[in-house]
T-cell receptor, first 110, second 112 residues
């Protein structure tokens, strides 16, 4: 699986959009980009994934650059409950080895 | 559906003791995983099982053994626990092909 690079921490004001970047410059053509988050010491929670096109669901939007070497997770209206560690990983369609980096600690401030 | 169930949720061991962490999923997933998470750190892959009957080492396999008992169950064994194995252990599973990874609630292990 390709390695990912994320900033260790970010801050965001409540009600504003939170934009979390991820670099995956060695991603291959059949690897998906996945985002998870972990609140306190709970099990990580799936947010969204994509291959080439931008994706949106009820939680977030995922913007993948045309060359697929980086992506951005967007939380459109961040709330205090969005304070968490956010992990970006890449995974082959049929790949099984899944490793997580250190993620980004997002702190949403009132 | 229960999803991914881990037992026990909490355990305290003395150095040198052995124990097995159990994990079961009811989603008919092919792949299962064991991760550990130390305080303030990310998740590190210990072992994984791509399908029933197969297991592979992850990033930090030393001191652990695993068994994929059947498609539903994937256990993690500590043969001789050490204080360095104090951590929160997460089991996860996923289907083949694109799809999310489902996590259990975690098992908090303290080795004295």
């Amino acid at each position: 699986d390709a390695k990912t690079t994320q900033p260790p921490s970010m801050d965001c004001a409540e009600g504003r959009a939170a934009n979390l970047p991820c670099n995956h410059s060695t991603i291959s053509g059949n690897e998906y980009v996945y985002w998870y988050r972990q609140i306190h010491s709970q099990g990580p929670q799936y947010i969204i994934h994509g291959l080439k096109n931008n994706e949106t669901n009820e939680m977030a939007s995922l913007i993948i650059t045309e060359d697929r070497k980086s992506s951005t997770l967007i939380l459109p209206h961040a709330t205090l409950r969005d304070t968490a560690v956010y992990y970006c990983i890449v995974r082959e369609t049929s790949g099984s080895r899944l490793t997580f980096g250190e993620g980004t600690q997002l702190t949403v401030n009132p | 559906n229960a999803g991914v169930t881990q037992t026990p949720k909490f355990q305290v061991l003395k150095t040198g003791q052995s124990m097995t962490l159990q994990c079961a999923q009811d989603m008919n997933h092919n792949s299962m995983y064991w991760y550990r998470q130390d305080p303030g750190m990310g998740l590190r892959l210990i072992y994984y099982s791509a399908s029933e009957g197969t297991t592979d080492k992850g990033e930090v396999p030393n001191g652990y053994n695993v068994s994929r008992l059947n498609k539903r169950e994937f256990s993690l064994r500590l043969e001789s626990a050490a204080p360095s194995q104090t951590s929160v252990y997460f089991c996860a599973s996923t289907k083949q092909g694109p799809g999310e990874l489902f996590f259990g609630e975690g098992s908090r292990l303290t080795v004295l």
